[in-house]
């Protein structure tokens, strides 16, 4: 699994973007004091942190599929029941939380309407459904450029810009199709200040998610190719990533 990996390659390569959509998503969602929450595909625990800031740790609970992040995000919020398990297949009975939310995680599940409408299960009636996937359909995630250069390297390179939800109203579509109703899309941005090229670059070598698969599976002559062709696409250091997100809400 291409997030088996260590969290802190995680938080440099992906968590150094997510962080910024956290409280977005939160807002989105309508995360207030007195409710209960869970978290799905937590990862090392970017959105969770930011829901216990709001909520307390005993109100959070976060599962996700990666052992080592479930480690991490356990180790960064003490008091946080955090579970290892896929949002198709979640341990918790019907109407459990309040709101349950997935951040930049349809797109991995291996069923979206089976997760969503598992995360709905788990709602209770008329609580929040939200989710938020990078737009890689329109081009305008965080890896567009690196993706533009391996498109470049290899034209039949998968680049995300097919997996569920990543293009504008699919997620809507598939809470729909999940059973949600009173859907609500949106848009979240963030935006992150790259002070050099290496700091940009180095995270795709330490095979995280499917870029840094494709990375990890190319010869030195090639990764070499694809690092100066990023770096020629890109504009002087520093320079700014703004990125914007697919979100959408529904209520169970
Ligand atoms: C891009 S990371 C997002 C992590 C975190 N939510 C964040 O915003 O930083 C995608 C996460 O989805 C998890 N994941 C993959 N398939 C999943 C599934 N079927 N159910 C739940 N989580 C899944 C991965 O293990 C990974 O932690």
């Known amino acids: 699994m291409s997030f088996d990996v260590a969290a ?3 938080d440099r390569f992906m968590g150094r973007y997510s962080v910024l959509l956290a409280p977005q ?3 989105l969602a309508g ?4 409710q209960r929450v869970l978290d ?4 090392p625990g970017a959105l969770t942190a930011v829901l216990v800031g709001r909520l307390g740790a005993s109100s959070v609970t976060a599962v996700d599929p990666s052992e080592p992040f479930v480690a991490a995000a356990r180790a960064r919020n003490p008091g946080v029941d955090v579970l290892r398990a896929s949002a ?6 019907d109407g459990s939380f309040d709101a349950t939310l997935a951040q930049l995680v349809v797109h991995f599940m291996a069923d979206p309407v089976a997760g969503l409408a598992e995360m709905a299960r788990v709602t209770r009636a008329d609580g929040v459904v939200a989710a938020c996937v990078w737009d890689h359909g329109g081009h305008q995630g965080p890896l567009r450029i690196f993706w533009q250069a391996a498109r470049e390297l290899d034209p039949a390179v998968d680049d995300e810009s097919h997996l569920p939800g990543v293009r504008e109203g699919h997620l809507g579509e598939l809470l729909a199709a999940a059973g949600l109703h009173d859907i609500e899309e949106a848009t979240l941005t963030s935006s992150l200040e790259h002070p050099s090229f290496e700091e940009w670059w180095e ?6 998610g499917p870029a840094g698969s494709f990375v990890a599976g190319l010869d030195a002559g090639q990764q070499a190719q694809l690092r100066e062709r990023c770096r020629s696409l890109l504009p002087v250091s520093p320079f700014v990533v703004t990125a914007t997100a697919w979100a959408a809400r529904g209520r169970a």
Request: aromatic share 12%; glycine share 16%.
């Open 88 to 93: 198709e297949d979640l341990p918790f009975p």
């Open 8 to 10: 802190d390659a995680y």
């Open 40 to 43: 799905v595909g937590c990862g």
């Open 203 to 208: 995270p795709f070598t330490r095979g995280v």
């Open 31 to 34: 995360i207030e004091a007195g």
């Open 25 to 27: 998503l939160a807002d």
